[in-house]
């Protein structure tokens, strides 16, 4: 119910996506150009080292170590709402190496640095938000699965990349966002102790964990292909 009473529909803000019905909020085909395609198929965003990138229809190809990088170092945590500048890409660092540390394999630690990949696509959605849209699910699958292809990675991923990530969320809200009254965590703290870099320092870091787990000396080349704007 609303503040004078009225009852309202919590889930109206769903939306599909073509080929996927919504949990909720199905509202019928996406959207199309003068020419009948798919929007999917045509809007595009133009990344860092200057391609054409379609969120709606990612491809392996389309996936760029540089656009990851570059995008996750300059995407603050928690809305941008905390005291210092903490990066998606720092996070994801210490998720690799949280998970390397109890001794995951190399495939599971690397999901640890790539899981949150696709919000340098499609950016960082607070959880609260994002349950109201499904849809935002299937965008971020289809752009992880791109990414498992691109670098090679296992599909789906692993359970205990996402128990890290609740874990860093906990010591993160608690290092870096003052008061959590009332927030609510499904793991206990991870014992990391946050000093929060700048974009610079934050993608220096993450290619380094990268190459750690690439076996060579800097990120490997960028596929042939793409599309460049």
Known sequence: MDAEGHGREEAGVGFRVSGFGAARGDVGPGPRTED???????????????????PLAMRAIDVSFRDIAHGLSHLCRFAGQTGVFYSVAQHSVYAAQLLEAEGAPRDVWL???????????????????KALLPGLDVIEERILRAVAGRFGLVWPIPAG?????????????????????????????AAVKIRAMEPVLARLAFSERYEMGNGKGRPEEEPDGGELA
Do not use: C, K, N
């Not at 009948?36 to 391609?51: L, P, S, Y």
């Not at 890290?164 to 206990?188: I, T």
């Open 36 to 54: 009948g395609q798919a929007a999917e198929a045509t809007e595009w965003i133009q990344t860092f080292t200057g391609r054409r990138v379609r």
């Open 161 to 189: 990349v996402w128990r890290v990530d609740d874990a860093l969320l906990a010591a993160e809200a608690a290092q870096l966002m003052g008061r959590v009254e009332g927030w609510s965590f499904r793991e206990e703290p």
């Open 111 to 129: 999901w640890g640095l790539f899981h949150d990949a696709a919000e340098a696509y499609i950016s960082d959605v607070p959880r609260p938000v």
